[in-house]
């Protein structure tokens, strides 16, 4: 670990001696490949100069915590400029380009396996952490987004914080793995994003909806899936959790027996992300006031789902919901606990 702590000093070093070279380098692949509109380039040349400067500074004083604070402290502004991640991970790939040529200059053949794994080491460690704060302030707007399209709606306080947390405990008790509780955490905010498109006449009517007005409403569901699909398409960016949003939008009022809308899918055929919100979503409905009901027990709802297995839901999630709908109560009295605390402060 010392020796590998020496061995990137090293390396700081000659890159302090190297820098306007180095610069002038990544500039040069840069503009090759024009990947990057102007505003974009600017961004990341400043960018990429400060990453070079952090490089330099902390590596040479062999403070690897600093550097990489450095470095998540860029990718923050990178992601809040909007800069696609593909295009960010790009730069990393120069930056690793560059930093080889030097290497290999510079140290003898003998040594450089051994500076180069030292600095693949860190690289790697850098790539991880900035691609986590990245995506830290990118799921941060998602979430903002999906908290808008609620302010449009009638659903009450915290129900994308219930829903979700539901879902995950959901996902949990069928043995999903990590990245799937944490798409669904994600993303299952973003379930009705497509009310932003639907006219407030409709969505916020005090009554019952006419036959053609509900036909309206159902469009939620595609008018959600064809947005988020059109922000991957922009992003040319396939994020795994992105995919799980548009199978949830598209699909939480899918049934299990076909009746559902707005493709009238059935049994596995509805992806199983929106089997699961679809019951997280529903307990909350039930239990929630909602200007056209009054909130109904946790026993009611527990009564309710059970009748909806194999019709409504998924009879495997509804069995794993009935063992675990304890925890559903306890999300549920948590965040409604808090509701009462914060009412009252604006
Ligand atoms: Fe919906
Ligand atoms: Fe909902």
Redesign the pocket.
Known sequence: MEKEKEMIREVALLFRKEKENILANWLHIIQKNRVLNPQELAICQDGLRKLLEDFIVYLAAGDIAGYLAGNAKIARQIAINDIPYAKFIEMFHFFEDSYSNVLNENIPADNLLAYMSAIDHLHHKTISIVSEEYFKIKDSTVFAMAKLAELKDQ?TAY??ER?REYSVALAKSLNLDHDFLKSIFQVGPL??IGKIGIKDKILLKPGKLTPAEYEEMKKHTTIGAEAILSIIGEQKVSRGYLLMAVEIAGS?HEKFDGSGYPLGLKGEDIPLSARIFALA?AY??IVSKRPYKKALTHEEAVKRIREGSGTHFDPEIVGKFLQISDQFQAIYNHYTNHEQKTSGQR
Request: charged residues 40%.
């Open positions: 659903e129900h994308l829903t379930h009705d939480h979503d909350d409905a």
